[in-house]
């Protein structure tokens, strides 16, 4: 399971696109790079995403909605909301633990799908990246 989160055209909604193709990398990537401002982020980073005052929005029901909280936002606006979210998890103090760590190795999370603090702060400066790009766009996601 994963996040897909696009910044779109606020006019047609359609995925905006860059003039060179890009390599930034999440779950899913093209071999050959993109020119759609796309990024696939691997739902193993969520606990980090919905910690107290990484991303200060919730849903009607108070459920903390996470990197989600994003969606509808122009990348302009997602600007400090993303900076804020990696500044707070840079400055975490706690990670997985060891113990947390070989069990999720166990079950296959190695590399990108292990649920680190640092793991999850990388999708975040390339959403970051893509927003400084296109302040124009609307973010939206599946």
């Known amino acids: 399971m994963s996040y897909d989160i696009y910044l779109c055209d606020p006019v047609?909604?359609?995925?905006?696109?860059?003039?060179?193709?890009?390599?930034?990398?999440?779950?899913?990537?093209?071999?050959?790079?993109?020119?759609?401002?796309?990024?696939?982020?691997?739902?193993?980073?969520?606990?980090?995403?919905?910690?107290?005052?990484?991303?200060?929005?919730?849903?009607?029901?108070?459920?903390r909605k996470g990197i989600r909280s994003i969606y509808g936002m122009s990348g302009a606006e997602s600007i400090p909301v993303l900076k804020q979210a990696i500044a707070l998890l840079e400055n975490c103090t706690d990670d997985t633990s060891d113990e947390d760590r070989r069990k999720l190795e166990e079950y296959g999370a190695t590399g990108y799908w292990l649920p680190t603090r640092e793991n999850a702060i990388k999708p975040l400066y390339s959403l970051l990246s893509f927003a400084q790009m296109r302040p124009d766009g609307i973010w939206d996601g599946d």
């Open 12 to 63: 047609t909604k359609k995925t905006l696109e860059v003039d060179t193709p890009h390599f930034v990398r999440g779950g899913t990537y093209a071999a050959y790079g993109t020119k759609e401002l796309w990024l696939n982020v691997t739902y193993n980073y969520g606990r980090w995403y919905r910690r107290d005052g990484v991303f200060p929005f919730a849903n009607e029901n108070g459920m």
